[in-house]
């Protein structure tokens, strides 16, 4: 009798191992599958901050830059009056709400021609040269270096940075490398706080094959 009720326990034994085990797979594969689903949602998570925070990095970035805006426009109203600051300005207006057009660009030439030593003189200069071609672009984005590198727009580009940046980028389309990587190295050094008009800094946008 006694043989009898042991084996009976030693069998009830065997059989809740099996379910034991089965249980352990089961909870491990359970976690294993909860792991799985909150690792997802973290990338989704991150998938919607990252172009946030890029957002609020550039938003910071045009802040800073936006006092040497006001900065340039201050000396600006100790060299001109504030109806000739206002002529500018409309001329600038006008270049913007017709660009392209030869009302354009008429406009941003007459801002030039009358105001030379303003800070909306060098942001006219630099939109002659983005609608320039061949050497007059080579041209007039020099004279945006050498002439009017310390103009900023109201967004924070600086004329004088993005006026090298988008030289090096022709050099680099035309096959004269070394004077590309000359202008991109000047802008790491000398301009690594510069942004273009997305608020995105310019030693990010280099093209890798130039660096």
């Not at 249980?23 to 792991?35: F, M, P, Y």
């Amino acid at each position: 009798m006694r043989n009898t009720i042991m084996t009976g326990i030693l069998l009830s034994g065997l059989a809740v191992t099996p379910l034991v085990a089965q249980s352990s797979s089961d909870e491990v594969a359970q976690l294993k599958q909860r792991v799985d689903q909150l690792e997802k949602q973290v990338q989704e998570i991150s998938q919607v901050l990252e172009p946030l925070k890029a957002q609020q990095a550039a938003d910071a970035r045009r802040r800073a830059l936006r006092a040497k805006f006001e900065e340039r426009m201050a000396r600006d109203r100790e060299k001109y009056s504030p109806d000739q600051l206002q002529e500018a300005e409309n001329l600038m207006r006008t270049a913007d709400r017709q660009w392209g057009s030869a009302e354009a660009n008429e406009s941003l030439q007459g801002l030039i021609k009358k105001f030379p030593e303003s800070n909306r003189a060098g942001c006219a200069m630099l939109y002659v040269a983005q609608g320039s071609k061949d050497a007059e672009r080579t041209k007039v984005l020099r004279d945006c270096i050498e002439k009017f590198g310390d103009c900023f727009y109201g967004d924070g580009v600086q004329v004088g940075a993005f006026a090298r940046f988008l030289l090096a980028d022709d050099y680099r389309r035309n096959g004269e490398a070394e004077k590309a990587v000359a202008l991109y190295a000047e802008i790491r050094t000398r301009y690594a706080d510069a942004i273009d008009h997305n608020g995105k800094l310019l030693v990010d946008s280099i093209k890798t094959d130039s660096q």
